[in-house]
């Protein structure tokens, strides 16, 4: 089991930044994919940013030069920095964990663990 908390949402202005952050329990976050998926009202939960067991980062198209990803194993915490913020960033961020494979997904409904979301709000 794995459990997930996300801390560092806010109110921001557009061209903002903010830090995300992501602790998890366990001993074993070092062999997880992590990543980071947002739902705005009325919209499905929508894919942002992963980074693998191995390393290796993937990002949505509308925030690639804008938001980074990055992970300490050793605090077994995950990190989202968000910068150049715009309204359409505006939603509730949540901190996802899967079992490592050989292959990665992007896709919802394959993380198995959830943290209970933070809501981010980008104002105009």
């Known amino acids: 089991q794995v459990q997930l908390v996300e801390s560092g949402g806010g109110l921001v202005q557009a061209g903002g930044s903010l830090r995300l952050s992501c602790a998890a329990s366990?001993?074993?976050?070092?062999?997880?994919?992590m990543g980071w998926f947002r739902q705005a009202p009325g919209k499905e939960r929508e894919f942002v940013t992963i980074n693998t067991w191995k390393g290796t980062l993937y990002y949505t198209d509308s925030v690639k030069g804008r938001f980074t990803i990055s992970r300490d194993n050793a605090k077994s915490t995950l990190y989202l920095q968000m910068n150049s913020l715009k309204p359409e960033d505006t939603a509730v961020y949540y901190c996802?964990?899967?079992?490592?494979?050989?292959?990665?997904?992007?896709?919802?409904?394959?993380?198995?663990?959830w943290g209970q979301g933070t809501q981010v709000t980008v104002s105009s």
């Open positions: 996802a964990a899967r079992a490592g494979s050989l292959s990665s997904t992007i896709h919802p409904h394959e993380y198995n663990y």
């Open positions: 366990g001993r074993t976050f070092s062999r997880y994919d």
